[in-house]
Nanobody, 120 residues
Framework: VQLQASGGGLVQAGGSLRLSCAASGSIFSINAMRWYRQAPGKQLKLVAFITTDGITSYADSVKGRFTISRDNAKNSVYLQMNSLEPEDTAVYYC???????????????WGQGTQVTVSS
């Protein structure tokens, strides 16, 4: 299975972007879907996640500005980012906790990353 992330780009502070991540290939079920980010010289950090039931959680730094959503029929996850700040500049990665077939163990699957740059 492959995850393809898209939607990154260059935006001014206060602007918005919408990231998308879609899985291709055979997947039996997806549990949590997550977005992480890694700023230059810093560690990978969890930004937001959404469960199968639609329960969401966000890092404190993005609460009230970012919204995560999912489309189970399309095996896709989205991240709507509003009121962007220069501190949001990072490579954003999607992650699915999924199993590929009946009886298989769940595992982590990653997208290739999409660059978000916010200018001041």
């Amino acid at each position: 299975v492959q995850l393809q992330a898209s939607g990154g780009g260059l935006v001014q502070a206060g602007g918005s972007l919408r990231l998308s991540c879609a899985a291709s290939g055979s997947i039996f079920s997806i549990n949590a879907m997550r977005w992480y980010r890694q700023a230059p010289g810093k560690q990978l950090k969890l930004v937001a996640f959404i469960t199968t039931d639609g329960i969401t959680s966000y890092a404190d730094s993005v609460k009230g500005r970012f919204t995560i959503s999912r489309d189970n029929a399309k095996n896709s996850v989205y991240l709507q980012m509003n009121s962007l700040e220069p501190e949001d500049t990072a490579v954003y990665y999607c992650n699915f906790y999924a199993r590929l077939r009946v009886g298989a163990a769940y595992g982590d699957y990653w997208g290739q990353g999409t660059q978000v740059t916010v200018s001041s």
